[in-house]
């Protein structure tokens, strides 16, 4: 059975970082992408935990030879997606997530078809508003802004295979039905190896 | 979520019978669907749990309703597949189960395209030849001509969505793999909902 990149996706303030780092406790042997970027590490962020701190010169040489699946320039540091982690994973065998909003998950989808789309959400609307209007960090604009950007983000569920509802105080189920759709995925009769 | 319709299918001599038992022995809330025929019970059988008994007549006004999904003519007596059970336990939510073999699978995916076809096999044909040996009923031509049926309906397997490999000794896993299955597919983003 080849390994299957699961990619996870859906709106700020849905959970996906909770969900993702759940779904690596119940389940050690899958690979998580780690995102390289050329900022300076901040004190408490580890190379290859948090992300790849490469030097910008690195990283322009890495974009140059094709070496990220995709890059963008964040607050004028590139920030991407080593091609390289995520061969080396497959190949031994190891099935991969990586977490990315869902406009980069537009993107990879037509960069890797055979990957395996998943778009989290919550229980609706209303919750993932409180969710967001929770979160302290978040000033009157910037809450708004989120919440508009998260209803466009709900249009795109049907470019997804799979929609998964991480139901308030149901983490448990949320994992258990990722990993089902892992498990699932391994024994579909159609399914492409992944080629980067 | 709409309820799903799991078609198991496989060669002779798999367990798909077993397979089927432990599945809903691991999640009762599952239907399973009970094939009617027109031949008289025997002493052990119990309407409604191996089959539903019904006379000619009632099977024949049936097929002129067309209340059967599918029905063939065994040693002279019918044998048919009732849509009522099938859309009451869909309409009450329930997930639905049928073990057919891969000839009648074909059938079922013309009728019934959004049912989740699963293949079952062995861990190689040498595995699938000695359970048949084992089989006391079976003779000797019998035991050949089941293996080279075997042999052919491995060749469908590309007409299924998953295949599960029912290990020696791993029953707990297969029922596991088709667990799995039934959830993923309830998440699945395109899934049409099971018309009969």
Redo the contacts between chains.
Sequence with gaps: MHPVLIVISGPSGVGKDTVVKSILDSDPSIHFVVTATSRPPRPSEINGVDYFFYSQEKFEKMIADGEFLEYAVVHDNYKGVPKTQIRQALNSGKDVIMRVDPQGAATLKTLIPEATF??LTADSLEVLAERLRNRKTESGDVFDLRLQIAQKELAR??E?????INREGQINRTV??I???V???K????REPITL
Tied chains: 1, 2.
Excluded: G, P
């Excluded at 997804?160 to 998964?164: E, P």
């Design positions: 998943i778009f569920i049907k997804f295979d799979y929609l998964v258990e039905q990993l089902a759709i498990q699932a995925e024994c579909r009769v159609n």
